[in-house]
């Protein structure tokens, strides 16, 4: 038997297909304007790399930001659900999840394999990844670079703002006044794991920690954060697709409840199609 995950974030959509035992195909590519369209896309191309077809697919579960534009996914289920069963397939004894995604940061709280807590930064940009990537662009570096750069710092700068608009003013700032730029890009990393420190810590941090998303990949982030909290933190080997593979892995579960007549008459009805706003007829003429 065979399960997809497909997690459609609101910058990178990843796919993950396993088997009855392991992950056998993965897909990471830029959601981009037309989510809506290209999710049928992103799961072919990954079935595509095992020689797979679409009908052979058992169950199908869609998560993330984008999760409602799968039409031919069997269920959507939340973001945070699926990121919880993703890490903890990955590493059974984690009890707090931190993760960093493109447009917003959280907190959950494991406890025996089960979500007990959790908590959400999603109403502005600080604290995430589009914090760092307009960090980036007005520094004119690139945003996988940044956090290597900030390694290089002796000496830390003090950046007092971690709202957008504000930091970037202060950059600004530490740069008329000669400060170097890994100083100043190891103060904003500082400031801000101190930011999500603060955040997480209201639902109470408790070893192990997994840092998941975008912002695991960077190496200034995670230098802080392991800093602040006091011990290391740790990161899957790719930390973008822990929540296409909880998907994958409750699709699995979900499959496995429903019998074979059941599974094959839902198998049957599923079409793979984009999902568009407005019913679609090309045999139309408006102007007729």
């Known amino acids: 038997m065979f399960f997809a995950g497909i997690d459609i974030g609101s910058t990178i959509t990843k796919v993950v297909v396993r088997n009855e035992k392991e992950i056998i195909?993965?897909?990471?590519?830029?959601?981009?304007?037309?989510?809506?369209?290209?999710?049928?896309?992103?799961?072919?191309?990954?079935?595509?790399?095992?020689n797979l077809g679409f009908e052979e697919v058992d169950y199908i579960i869609a998560t993330g930001y984008g999760r409602i534009n799968v039409p031919f996914a069997d269920a959507q289920i939340s973001e945070i659900t699926c990121h919880m069963r993703g890490v903890n397939w990955i590493f059974p004894g984690v009890k707090t999840i931190?993760?960093?995604?493109?447009?917003?940061c959280k907190g959950i709280k494991v406890e025996n394999g089960k979500m007990k807590n959790f908590i959400m930064n999603d109403k502005c940009a600080a604290g995430t990844g589009r914090f760092l990537e307009i960090i980036a662009d007005t520094l004119g570096l690139a945003l996988e670079d940044i956090g290597e750069i900030s390694l290089r710092s002796k000496k830390p700068a003090e950046i007092s703002k971690t709202c957008t608009i504000f930091a970037e003013q202060e950059i600004l700032l530490r740069l008329s006044e000669g400060c170097a730029i890994e100083d100043i890009l190891a103060g904003l990393h500082k400031a801000l794991a101190n930011r999500i420190y603060t955040m997480v810590g209201k639902i109470k941090i408790e070893k192990e920690v997994v840092l998941t998303g975008g912002g695991a990949k960077n190496q200034g982030l995670r230098k802080w954060l392991e800093e602040k909290?006091?011990?290391?933190?740790?990161?899957?080997?790719?930390?973008?697709?822990?929540?296409?593979?909880?998907?994958?892995?409750l699709a699995?579960?979900?499959?496995?409840k429903m019998s074979d007549q059941d599974l094959a008459e839902m198998k049957k009805n599923r079409k793979l199609e984009a999902v568009t706003f407005f019913k679609e007829d090309s045999t139309s003429n408006p102007g007729a």
């Open 229 to 249: 909290i006091g011990y290391p933190v740790l990161v899957a080997e790719e930390p973008l697709l822990t929540g296409a593979l909880g998907a994958a892995v």
């Open 252 to 256: 699995q579960e979900k499959a496995g």
């Open 98 to 104: 931190i993760d960093v995604g493109g447009q917003d």
């Open 25 to 50: 195909s993965t897909l990471i590519r830029p959601t981009g304007a037309e989510h809506r369209r290209m999710a049928h896309e992103a799961v072919l191309e990954t079935l595509q790399k095992v």
